[in-house]
């Protein structure tokens, strides 16, 4: 079983930056496909960016490719998202989840889930 909470959500104008983090317990995250995904209202939860640290691979959408970056900490059995440039097109709950198989995109493949934090992006 593993437990993820997400935090640094918040309000930002366009352009800016936040940066969140997904901590984990109860497994170590390296031996996890570590996934961000973000779902605004009235739309389906999409996939942002995923991570395997143990082979150094990352995925992005094409969407934040070039302005998000994620990043595990082994030490801190955590995840990031870096988040640059932001878009009010960004502005969605951004959660964290941890996938035991192979790398995916599809939510519903993904094992764990943290309870989200909410991201805004003022124009």
């Known amino acids: 079983q593993v437990q993820l909470v997400e935090s640094g959500g918040g309000l930002v104008q366009a352009g800016g930056s936040l940066r969140l983090s997904c901590a984990a317990s109860?497994?170590?995250?390296?031996?996890?496909?570590m996934g961000w995904f973000r779902q605004a209202p009235g739309k389906e939860r999409e996939f942002v960016a995923a991570?395997?640290?143990?082979?150094?691979?990352?995925w992005y959408a094409d969407s934040v490719k070039g302005r998000f970056t994620i990043s595990g900490d082994n030490a801190k059995n955590a995840v990031y998202l870096q988040m640059n440039s932001l878009k009010p097109e960004d502005t969605a709950v951004y959660y964290c989840?941890?996938?035991?198989?192979?790398?995916?995109?599809?939510?519903?493949?993904?094992?764990?889930w943290g309870q989200g934090t909410q991201i805004t992006v003022s124009s």
């Open positions: 989840a941890a996938d035991r198989g192979v790398y995916t995109t599809n939510p519903n493949s993904y094992d764990y």
């Open positions: 109860g497994r170590t995250l390296s031996s996890y496909l």
């Open positions: 991570i395997r640290w143990s082979v150094r691979s990352t």
